[in-house]
């Protein structure tokens, strides 16, 4: 009923940069957080960046200066811009959100993006 579907990963060199954008659909009344989480080959999933309906954000420490989360309530959308981007960056990334749907509140997960930080 509520989808989001990730886009802008890719290939990009150490130092380069690459935006992110989930955009989420379906029956949706409102939603709340905005979050991006990453999964790099034998780690556990972590919180990369936060965003509240109302703005305020939060970052792991490791991408705090470099990376930047926004959203478009009116688009349903939260972006993930990343800048100076290291190797230890690459992982696949997931957007997920707290929604309020026509059926009640979700957890909703998009299916991943892969970002590969290598020269």
């Known amino acids: 009923q509520v989808q989001l579907v990730e886009s802008g990963g890719g290939l990009v060199q150490p130092g380069g940069s690459l935006r992110l954008s989930c955009a989420a659909s379906g029956r949706i009344l409102s939603i709340n957080a905005m979050n991006w989480y990453r999964q790099a080959p034998g780690n556990e999933r972590e919180l990369v960046a936060a965003?509240?309906?109302?703005?305020?954000?939060n970052y792991a420490d490791s991408v705090k200066g470099r990376f930047a989360i926004s959203r478009d309530n009116a688009k349903n959308t939260v972006y993930l811009q990343m800048n100076s981007l290291k190797p230890e960056d690459t992982a696949v990334y997931y957007c997920?959100?707290?929604?309020?749907?026509?059926?009640?509140?979700?957890?909703?997960w998009g299916q991943g993006t892969l970002v590969t930080v290598s020269s």
């Open positions: 965003i509240t309906s109302g703005g305020s954000t």
């Open positions: 997920n959100a707290a929604v309020r749907s026509t059926t009640g509140y979700l957890e909703v």
